[in-house]
């Protein structure tokens, strides 16, 4: 019966998402342009000749501050709407004992940083090394109850990483596939 409930929830949490998505490009079409959709096809289409292209695949281009911001935020928000069905799942499938709030807003925010921090180093490999050394420099104190929390850990990099790149249809397939 819970697994019914939570399947009902998802299913209705993705049906007001994508009508809500819909109905802002009708209202207003010309945020289709800003949509992160299309990098999964620009990765498969880009030449992989080089280790340059390798570590910096292709960005979405924008023209000014404006495009910049609404790109970002639409991004941004996009990354959290993934993020937080699986969350859900995560409450749903760990009992009392087992259950960690602190996990709960990693799964949340993690996303979010990822996706900032995949925006700042997409063309710079000095950058992702950079960041790479100081991610290495912090010593995290939470240690995971279970294996299973790692999978959610990776699924909530997964989407911050597909978010980040304009990818968010395969965060999107991500979450919802991973959550029924």
Sequence with gaps: MLALRLFA????????VTGTVMLTLYLFPYL?????????ESLMKSPRTGLESVFAP????????????????ITILGALLTALPSSWVY?????????DQS?????????IVVTG???????SLALAFSIAGIAAAVRFR??????????????????????????????TAATSRSTT
Excluded at 91 to 99: G, K, L, M, Q, T
Excluded at 117 to 122: E, L
């Design 117 to 123: 921090i995949i925006i700042i180093v997409q063309n």
């Design 103 to 111: 996990l709960v807003d990693t799964i949340v925010v993690l996303p």
């Design 142 to 171: 939470n240690s995971l109850k279970s294996s299973g929390d790692a999978l959610f850990i990776l699924l909530a990099v997964g989407i911050g990483l597909s978010a980040g790149i304009g990818a968010l249809e395969l965060a």
């Design 32 to 40: 289709r342009e800003f949509m992160p959709f299309g990098g999964v």
């Design 91 to 99: 409450i749903a499938v760990r009992n009392s004992e087992d259950y």
């Design 9 to 16: 929830k998802l299913t209705a949490y993705y049906l007001a």
């Design 58 to 73: 292709a960005g979405t281009e924008v023209g000014n501050l404006h495009e910049t911001v609404y790109w970002l935020a």
